[in-house]
């Protein structure tokens, strides 16, 4: 990867100040809080999810121009924004670029949205929900239990996993719109799940445990993490899709990013410390083994370079190759295949563009 372009940690000053503008940060403003993000793999599109605690909730499709950006280019189309029932709490496009156009979301149920993305303009039709997924087909109960997350398998794009408060793990088929499998995934909520091949995938939970499942053995797991202090729920995962070897978790009200490596279960690679508040989101780099980025409370996005081998991180850790500082809480992060040069986070009610 590229060395990231040295941007200054100020770069996002507060309105009124005299800092000039920074050239590899856009900002787009929205009237609602944002949390879910995801970016298209095929357009230079973001899709931002509000978050209010209410039943009417909104998706927005933002553009962008990534060979020639500029503050002007980076702006919401109404016509292809959207009423979302619940705030979504995950978003994420069909990862194959060439296959149908869809766009998945989570909250009570996962629904599939079909949205092309070839007319950006203000006549474009907005996306029409093509499916609604839920836990209730799989259990038979009037009760459907919120989603936490989901993760769409890039190897085997008709299968994606939910994560659920109700400690299962669902793998569906969308192309057929049933369970593909069910499982009793943790002794607490599940909170975050990823697809590391085409048929394993991880999940965190508030039970503090980091777990991997093959679908060709459903009655096993390999847990591969315990939170080191009792009843500490773990919130967030990703898995280096460029080298499967390794993994990033996050603890609740925790500073630190844990790296892991699944080949030598319970004891991290590698902690990451430099977040003054807790870390709220992490990412691999699409493109490169041993760079991520974290964000925070503390309103930073730091990018982290790995040595070769993590355990070589030295007891004092590492210091971040690169710092950004929003200026405010930072509670989402992207950074996928379809851009790798570019990276998306959201700020109270405002979603930044930030090139790497």
Same mark, same amino acid.
């Given at each position: 990867?590229?060395?990231?372009?040295?941007?200054?940690?100020?770069?996002?000053?507060?309105?009124? =100040?005299?800092?000039?503008?920074?050239?590899?940060?856009?900002?787009?403003?929205?009237?609602?809080? &944002?949390?879910?993000?995801?970016?298209?793999? +095929?357009?230079?599109?973001?899709?931002?999810?509000?978050?209010?605690?209410?039943?009417?909730?909104?998706?927005?499709?933002?553009?962008?121009?990534?060979?020639?950006?500029?503050?002007?280019?980076?702006?919401?189309?109404?016509? !292809?924004?959207?009423?979302?029932?619940?705030?979504?709490?995950?978003?994420?496009?069909?990862?194959?670029?060439?296959?149908?156009?869809? $766009?998945? +979301? +989570?909250?009570?149920?996962?629904? $599939?949205?079909?949205?092309?993305?070839?007319?950006?303009?203000?006549?474009?039709?907005?996306?029409?929900?093509?499916?609604?997924?839920?836990?209730?087909?799989?259990?038979?109960?009037?009760?459907?239990?919120?989603?936490?997350?989901?993760?769409?398998?890039?190897?085997?794009?008709? *299968?994606?996993?939910?994560? +659920?408060?109700?400690?299962?793990?669902?793998?569906?088929?969308?192309?057929?719109?049933?369970?593909?499998?069910? !499982?009793?995934?943790?002794?607490?909520?599940?909170?975050?799940? =990823?697809?590391?091949?085409?048929?394993?995938?991880?999940?965190?939970?508030?039970?503090?445990?980091?777990?991997?499942?093959?679908? @060709?053995?459903?009655?096993?797991?390999?847990?591969?993490?315990?939170?080191?202090?009792?009843?500490?729920? !773990?919130? @967030?995962?990703?898995?280096?899709?460029?080298?499967?070897?390794?993994?990033?978790?996050?603890?609740?009200?925790?500073?630190?990013?844990?790296? !892991?490596?699944? @080949?030598?279960?319970?004891?991290?690679?590698?902690?990451?410390? *430099?977040?003054?508040?807790?870390?709220? =989101?992490?990412?691999?780099?699409?493109? =490169?083994?041993?760079?991520?980025?974290?964000?925070?409370?503390?309103?930073?996005?730091?990018?982290?370079?790995?040595?070769?081998?993590?355990?070589?991180?030295?007891?004092?850790?590492?210091?971040?190759?690169?710092?950004?500082?929003?200026?405010?809480? &930072?509670?989402?992060?992207?950074?996928?295949?379809?851009?790798?040069?570019?990276?998306?986070?959201?700020?109270?009610?405002?979603?930044?563009?930030?090139?790497?």
């Amino acid at each position: 990867m590229d060395q990231p372009k040295p941007t200054p940690s100020a770069a996002a000053s507060p309105a009124g =100040a005299d800092a000039a503008p920074n050239p590899y940060a856009f900002t787009c403003e929205l009237p609602q809080s &944002i949390y879910a993000l995801a970016f298209s793999p +095929s357009a230079p599109v973001l899709a931002a999810g509000s978050f209010l605690e209410d039943l009417h909730n909104r998706v927005s499709l933002l553009c962008f121009d990534s060979v020639h950006p500029t503050a002007a280019s980076f702006r919401a189309v109404p016509s !292809l924004s959207f009423d979302h029932p619940y705030p979504p709490t995950k978003l994420q496009f069909n990862p194959r670029a060439a296959s149908t156009p869809l $766009l998945a +979301s +989570s909250s009570d149920a996962l629904r $599939l949205w079909h949205a092309p993305l070839d007319d950006l303009s203000a006549s474009a039709p907005a996306p029409e929900l093509r499916s609604v997924l839920d836990n209730r087909k799989a259990s038979a109960s009037e009760f459907c239990a919120p989603l936490t997350s989901f993760d769409w398998n890039e190897i085997e794009p008709r *299968r994606i996993g939910t994560a +659920s408060i109700d400690t299962t793990c669902t793998v569906w088929d969308i192309e057929r719109g049933v369970v593909e499998t069910q !499982l009793i995934a943790h002794d607490k909520a599940v909170h975050d799940i =990823a697809w590391g091949e085409a048929g394993v995938f991880a999940s965190v939970s508030a039970d503090g445990s980091v777990r991997v499942f093959d679908l @060709r053995d459903k009655e096993h797991s390999t847990i591969v993490y315990e939170s080191p202090r009792p009843d500490t729920p !773990l919130l @967030r995962l990703a898995w280096n899709r460029y080298d499967l070897r390794y993994m990033a978790a996050l603890l609740m009200d925790s500073n630190a990013v844990v790296v !892991l490596d699944i @080949r030598a279960p319970g004891v991290p690679v590698a902690e990451l410390h *430099r977040h003054g508040g807790c870390v709220n =989101a992490v990412a691999w780099a699409p493109q =490169a083994a041993r760079h991520l980025c974290s964000a925070g409370d503390d309103g930073q996005a730091l990018i982290w370079e790995l040595p070769e081998a993590p355990a070589a991180v030295p007891p004092e850790g590492i210091d971040p190759v690169l710092v950004y500082d929003a200026g405010a809480e &930072i509670n989402q992060l992207q950074w996928v295949a379809g851009h790798p040069d570019w990276m998306g986070i959201s700020i109270e009610n405002k979603v930044q563009l930030l090139r790497v």
